[in-house]
């Protein structure tokens, strides 16, 4: 676990090498404010327990009061129940996937601690300090949000951001980063109009850090800046398709 940030009272926790074998690399991140805790994305079954037992080193499992998913895929969201069967916390995920989430076997129990998160966002608070579901639909999900924090001016991400094929945790070349972000970003996300919104927004927060949920994180403003002029700019998805679906011969 790498702290990325900590003044005492505030510590945002990192975690990225519980992914095994054919999983795609995910990373995981926790964040405590005066002894509560949130976990952003916390994964699958396999990574569930390395994940769960780490947190002991940070804060005590009852100080754990939210869960935090950005969107529907299963990389995020197939532990859920885990979670929230050993936890008292309260999950957050958008509204179009609530009643998606129980085909992953979340319990009659629990489901109804899963809370939606409205299309345009919230403001929860975190031991009392102020956390930010921001909207950022169809980056790639129809239903998805990033957190922004302003005490440590981190914003995570999600699948936003990602790169694939690298070994370092944190961009230090952009430039020679592009590589491994760039056929994820043209495949996977849906239009560059959703990127061009999502820019126009985070220009207005005051951000420190970019931290995707796979691979590399943009560690401080200057990268975070050439991330977000180079998102700005991505045609993807549907940009580059033609008039028609191609019919298999």
């Known amino acids: 676990m790498i702290k990325l940030f900590e003044n005492g009272t505030h ?22 404010h005066n002894g509560e805790g949130i976990i952003l994305d916390p994964g699958g079954h396999k990574i569930y327990t390395k994940l769960f037992a780490m947190l002991s080193t940070e804060m005590k499992q009852n100080g754990l009061k939210h869960i935090f998913f950005s969107h529907q895929d299963p990389d995020i969201i197939a532990a859920a129940n885990g979670w929230l069967m050993v936890t008292d916390a309260q999950a957050h995920l958008s509204g179009l996937w609530m009643r998606f989430i129980p085909h992953f076997g979340v319990d009659e129990m629990v489901v109804t601690r899963i809370k939606p998160i409205p299309d345009e966002g919230e403001i929860i608070t975190l031991g009392g300090a102020p956390l930010m579901f921001l909207p950022a639909h169809f980056l790639h999900s129809s239903g998805n949000f990033h957190l922004y924090d302003p005490t440590s001016k981190i914003l995570y991400t999600g699948d936003l951001g990602a790169s694939l094929g690298n070994d370092y945790a944190f961009v230090e070349d952009f430039d ?11 495949r996977y996300l849906a239009t560059g109009k959703a990127l061009r919104m999502w820019a126009n927004t985070v220009r207005k927060l005051d951000i420190e850090m970019i931290a995707p949920q796979h691979g590399a994180m943009f560690p401080n403003r200057e990268l975070a800046n050439k991330f977000i002029d180079w998102a700005e ?3 993807c998805g549907v940009d580059l398709m033609g008039d028609c679906y191609p019919i298999p011969a």
């Open 176 to 186: 020679s980063h592009i590589q491994y972000m760039e056929g994820f970003h043209r």
């Open 11 to 32: 510590k945002n926790v990192f975690v990225n090498n519980l992914s095994t074998g054919q999983m795609v690399q995910a990373n995981q991140h926790l964040i405590i």
């Open 233 to 235: 700019t991505l045609s």
